[in-house]
C-alpha cells in the first residue's frame, strides 16, 4: 500500500451529513491496514519536513517512507525495498488532536 503520511488534506470533505469523514493521517490509516491484513507491506510519502510532522505529532521513524517529490526511478526502487523487506510493527495509536479516537467505518 502506497499512501501519503498526511491525509486529506484541509478542506478535504468526502461527505455532506453530520458524520463527516475524520481526518487522519498515513500512520493511523497504516495501523487500521495492518490490522487487518498483517501481510501487507506498506509504503509512506509526504512533501512535509520532518518538523511539520513534529508539530503534528506525527512521527515516520521505522517506517518505509519516500520524500516528494521524487522520480518514478526513486519510486521503483524503494517499492521494490519495501516489498523484499520485513513486515511492519504496528504504529501506536495516536488520538485526533482533541483526544478523541478516530472511528472507522469498516
Known amino acids: 500500500m502506497l499512501t501519503d503520511l498526511l491525509l486529506p488534506p484541509p478542506g478535504f470533505q468526502l461527505a455532506?451529513?453530520?458524520?463527516?469523514?475524520?481526518?487522519?493521517?498515513?500512520?493511523?490509516?497504516i495501523h487500521?491496514?495492518?490490522a487487518l491484513k498483517p501481510q501487507i507491506r506498506v509504503l509512506l510519502m509526504s512533501a512535509y519536513t520532518d518538523d511539520e510532522?513534529?508539530?503534528?505529532?506525527?512521527?515516520?521513524?521505522?517506517?518505509?517512507f519516500l520524500q516528494k517529490p521524487?522520480?518514478?526511478?526513486?519510486?521503483?526502487?524503494?517499492?521494490?525495498?519495501t516489498l523484499a523487506g520485513p513486515r511492519i510493527a504496528l504504529p501506536t495509536r495516536k488520538t485526533e488532536q482533541d483526544g478523541t479516537d478516530v472511528q472507522w467505518v469498516d
Request: hydrophobic letters at 30%.
Open 16 to 29: 455532506a451529513e453530520v458524520h463527516r469523514y475524520p481526518r487522519t493521517h498515513g500512520q493511523e490509516l
Open 32 to 34: 487500521h491496514v495492518v
Open 53 to 64: 510532522f513534529r508539530e503534528q505529532g506525527i512521527s515516520k521513524e521505522g517506517l518505509p
Open 70 to 81: 521524487f522520480t518514478p526511478e526513486a519510486l521503483l526502487n524503494r517499492v521494490r525495498d
